[in-house]
């Protein structure tokens, strides 16, 4: 059972990803360090990060009602979509954003 929902996982996190242009290559080894190494650890900091901005959302509540009223955005960015665009959003290969944070095909 447990292997099965391992293959599942690995599966699924193949398929939420994009794949990069038929007409660049991407090497074997980035792809499998990718879906082995870099989403697991990505999923690892998206479930953490979300459980972490959960547990300082009162106090974050608190810190935005100061002025300039962007501490619960600045920190789901920061704690979860960060993340969470790291380990869904990316195509496979791609291992940094660009200049606007954003996941872009080689």
């Known amino acids: ?21 038929s007409d660049e290559r991407v090497s074997l080894a980035t792809i499998y360090a990718d879906v082995l ?3 697991p650890i990505g999923f690892a900091l998206t479930v953490t990060g979300t459980a972490l901005f959960v547990a300082v959302s009162p106090m974050l509540a ?16 920061m704690l979860v979509m ?13 291992m940094r954003p660009d200049g606007n944070g954003v996941y872009q095909r080689r």
């Not at 447990?2 to 994009?18: G, M, R, T």
């Not at 608190?62 to 960015?77: C, K, R, W």
Request: cysteine-free; hydrophobic content about 50%; overall charge positive.
């Open 37 to 39: 190494i870099y989403r």
């Open 1 to 21: 059972m447990k292997y099965k929902l391992k293959l599942i996982f690995v599966f699924l996190i193949l398929l939420s990803s994009q794949l990069a242009k």
């Open 62 to 77: 608190i810190a935005n009602i100061a002025p300039p009223h962007d501490a619960f955005d600045d920190s789901l960015e």
């Open 82 to 94: 960060t993340p969470f665009n790291f380990t869904f959003d990316r195509p496979l290969g791609v």
